[in-house]
């Protein structure tokens, strides 16, 4: 078995985004050592169509990767269906998995820093995930990536094990526990920082569509963290309006820095209180609701 973690990579109808997120992990410094599984959604309607053949036909010609595998759906999953199986089936057959999707640009040592981190907190439950997105955007030019813990999920480049996707199973049961325990409803609303309590009950109306509050919730349910670099190793180019959730989103800069950094992670598994006020204060005070509308999309609502 590879000893670096497969990549699973989501793309539709998207050429133009797909072309960029791939040489974008082609550029990664564990590529070629790198298994990656694309699976392609099939066509929503006829307008997809010629869009979701272009992707296609460009999947099918590159190279740059230890092996290359194409799942071509011959139905339209959806965003939901398409990421819950996929990940199962890949995490099913390796025990881990690096999570891209075809609106994602990757810093050259992305790949580096998840198949790090997968090894060094394997045996760690209370790790849940990995995300290579970080909220903070700083200002420093230093070279140390020092990471940090918070009990919050991303969903922008992430990794996890299978004994914790296992989890997702579960689905939103437990879920009521929050409907009596306004702390306990504080607490997953992140200090009411975003009202992920609405969105659960959103979801479970059919209001919307999102497989990331499921995974939220089952992180949050079982004390999980989420680990995240200091320095963001993750753009999102998505908040064009060409994506499934992406309508009405403003668009991020770009915040990836071209230097080589040096990893840190930190020793003592908890939350980064010091992290987590920033965030907050991030959530709730940053203008033009950028952060929220990229929570948003970070869950994958429909």
């Known amino acids: 078995m ?4 497969p990549i699973a ?3 539709y109808n998207r050429p ?3 072309i960029r997120t791939i040489s974008a992990l082609q550029t990664n410094h564990l590529a070629k050592e790198s298994d990656l599984f694309i699976f392609s959604d099939a066509p929503k ?3 997809a169509n010629d869009s979701v053949e272009e992707v296609r036909k460009f999947i099918k010609s590159i190279s740059g990767f230890k092996s290359i595998t194409i799942i071509e759906r011959d139905i339209n999953y959806g965003l939901v269906k398409s990421i819950s199986e996929g990940v199962t089936d890949i995490i099913d057959r390796f025990d881990k998995i690096i999570v891209v999707e075809d609106d994602l640009i990757t810093h050259k040592q992305f790949l580096e820093y998840m198949n790090k981190s997968l090894d060094l907190y394997k045996n760690k439950q209370d790790v849940h995930e990995i995300t290579g997105y970080s909220y903070i955007n700083t200002k420093s030019i230093s070279l ?3 990471s940090y813990f918070l009990k919050i999920s991303s969903t922008w480049g992430w990794a996890t094990w299978s004994d914790r996707w296992i989890k997702f199973s579960d689905g939103l049961t437990g879920i009521e526990s929050l409907h009596n325990d306004s702390k306990l409803k504080y607490q997953f609303n992140y200090n009411n920082s975003y009202n992920y309590y609405k969105l659960v009950n959103d979801n ?3 209001i919307v569509k999102s497989w990331g509050i499921v995974w939220y919730w089952n992180i949050f349910k079982n004390n999980g963290l989420t ?3 200091t320095e963001t190793l993750i753009d999102q180019i998505g908040f064009d309006g060409s994506g499934e959730n992406s309508k009405n ?4 800069p770009s915040r990836i820095k071209d230097q080589n950094y040096e990893f840190h992670f930190p020793d003592i598994i908890e939350e980064s209180l010091t992290y987590r006020k920033k965030i907050i204060k991030i959530l709730r005070f940053r203008k033009l609701f950028v952060i929220i509308n990229a929570l948003k999309y970070i869950l994958k609502i429909q």
């Open 204 to 206: 479970k109306k059919g």
């Open 249 to 252: 989103y403003l668009q991020l």
């Open 144 to 146: 140390e990536n020092q």
């Open 16 to 18: 133009n985004h797909t």
């Open 9 to 11: 990579l989501f793309v």
């Open 45 to 47: 309607n006829e307008l």
């Open 2 to 5: 590879n000893r670096y973690a």
């Open 227 to 229: 680990l995240y670099p």
